[in-house]
Each structure stands twice: as structure tokens, then as C-alpha cells.
């Protein structure tokens, strides 16, 4: 019972990674209608990122502020060379592609190949009917809760989520209405690098990162938000919580080898779903 009891709290903390990845593809798609594969470069980066400020010494808080802040410009130059460019939707996606690529060689470069990780905020382990949890578990929870809960609440009820709404739905007439198209892309963007780098300083103390985990976290942070049509950010946290937990299961009583396996496998299900349901859509 303590494993499963462990298995599903890991799985519940990794679910709150994918889910802020997700609701960053959710963010900008919605936006500027481009699926941004970089996303989970934005996390490893952030992570790096952290873990050099706290090497030199700055303290915790400073440094993982630093680093969320660093990964909102880094997405907001993603953002430039995407959005500027006025590429089709494919072209755009493929962009996003080469600059995750370009990512990883950064990285790699700057980091070396050995998997990073740095200490949490410490503290006294907590105990949750009989399994030790590290401190870092529940902050991990509980920060992207929050997070998110305001970010959507931002987008419902606010007159820039709105507006930045409106530009996938009808840029024709969000430019009409006086909203600057392009601006609310960038914003976009560096939203999207914000959550992506908040997701890596929260989930390093916990699983070491690698300069190509983007790969990885990308894939089951588009499959989170595929959950919601890449349209909503509350099924992308149920997405996100759906692989997360599938995802230590399948390493705990199975095989951690077979993780991605199941992964792309639920991933290629959830893809052929959407492309049925959109036909129906169309014939109806």
C-alpha cells in the first residue's frame, strides 16, 4: 500500500509539470494558433538556469525567480522569430522544432551532458499515510496550483486574456477592435516560458534534468493539453495528471524502460480521437 500510496503522489507532482507544460501549448495555441515543440526547452533552460544562480551562490527564491523570469524572455524571443516571420501554421511548428534543436546544442554546450539537479527548500520530510515525502513534493502542488488557477482566471475574466483570446478566434476583428495581434502573440509566448521555467525549478529538486529532457517533457506536455483540443487549460491539468500518474505507475510495477512507450501510445490514441471528433464535427 506505501508504494502505491508513493507511486501516485510522484505521479501527482510529475502530473503538475506536464500540466503547466500543457497549459503553455494551450496558451499560445490559443493565441497564435502555433503548436510550440520548444516548450519543454523552456523548462530544462529554467532549470539550468537555477541551478548556476545557486551555485554562485544566490539563494533559494532569488534564483528561481530569476530563472522563471529568464525562461518568460527566453520564450518571448522564440516568440520573435515564430511569430515576425508570418509563417504558415506548419512552418511556424517547424521553426519551433529548430529552436528547441538549437536549445539542446545551447545547452549542452553550457551544461555538459551529466543529468543536474540541485537541493529543494528543505525542511523536515512529511508524512502522508505511512510515505516520507520530501517538502519540495508539496510546494511543487501546490505553487502550480495557484499558478494556474490565476492564469485561467486571467484568460476568463480579464480584458487582455480575453483579447488574447479573441486574436486566434478572429484576428480580423481583434485588430478591428483595436488589439494589437502580434503584441498578444509575444505575450503569449512569454507566458508560455514562464510556466515552462516555473515547471523546471519546481521539478528539479526531484528528477534530475538533461540538456535533452526537453525532448520528453515536450511530448507529454502536448499530449496533456491534446486532452483539451490544445483549447482548454483545465483539461490540460487533467491531461497533465493523467500521464503523470500513468507514468510513475508504469515504472513502478512495470518497467521504467516502457514509460515513453505507453506514453506515445496513449499519445497516438488521444491524437486519432481529436481527428475523429473534428470530422464528425465537419460532416455535421
Excluded at 496533456?224 to 510495477?253: K, M, W
Aim: aromatic share 10%; charged share 10%.
Amino acid at each position: 500500500m506505501s508504494a502505491f500510496l508513493q507511486y501516485l503522489i510522484t505521479g501527482i507532482a510529475r502530473g503538475f509539470l506536464f500540466a503547466l507544460l500543457a497549459t503553455g501549448f494551450v496558451v499560445i495555441h490559443r493565441v497564435t494558433k502555433v503548436v510550440n515543440f520548444a516548450q519543454g526547452a523552456f523548462a530544462v533552460l529554467g532549470g539550468f538556469i537555477a541551478y548556476s544562480l545557486l551555485r554562485a551562490g544566490v539563494p533559494h527564491g532569488v534564483s528561481e525567480a530569476i530563472a522563471v523570469l529568464a525562461a518568460a524572455a527566453i520564450g518571448l524571443v522564440f516568440g520573435a522569430i515564430t511569430i515576425l516571420g508570418n509563417m504558415t501554421p506548419v512552418g511556424s511548428l517547424i521553426t519551433t522544432i529548430g529552436l528547441a534543436i538549437l536549445s539542446e546544442a545551447i545547452a549542452m554546450i553550457a551544461w555538459g551532458t551529466t543529468p543536474l539537479t540541485f537541493s529543494g527548500i528543505g525542511g523536515p520530510d512529511i508524512q502522508v499515510a505511512g510515505v516520507f515525502l520530501q517538502t519540495q513534493y508539496l510546494l511543487l502542488i501546490g505553487v502550480s496550483l495557484v499558478v494556474l488557477v490565476v492564469l485561467w482566471l486571467a484568460l476568463d475574466r480579464t480584458y487582455v486574456g480575453k483579447g488574447m483570446t479573441s486574436c486566434a478566434s478572429n484576428p480580423y476583428a481583434a485588430r478591428l477592435a483595436g488589439i494589437n495581434v502580434k503584441r498578444m502573440g509575444l505575450l503569449s509566448f512569454a507566458i508560455g516560458g514562464a510556466l515552462g521555467g516555473l515547471g523546471g525549478v519546481l521539478i528539479m529538486p526531484l528528477f534530475p534534468l538533461t540538456y535533452d529532457g526537453d525532448v520528453s517533457l515536450s511530448i507529454l506536455g502536448f499530449a496533456a493539453a491534446i486532452v483539451g483540443g490544445l483549447t482548454s487549460p483545465g483539461l490540460a491539468l487533467v491531461g497533465g495528471l493523467v500521464f503523470g500518474i500513468a507514468e510513475q505507475f508504469v515504472a513502478g510495477y512495470w518497467s521504467p524502460a516502457n514509460e515513453s512507450a505507453v506514453a506515445l501510445g496513449i499519445l497516438l490514441l488521444l491524437l486519432l480521437w481529436q481527428a475523429r471528433r473534428h470530422r464528425s464535427e465537419e460532416i455535421a
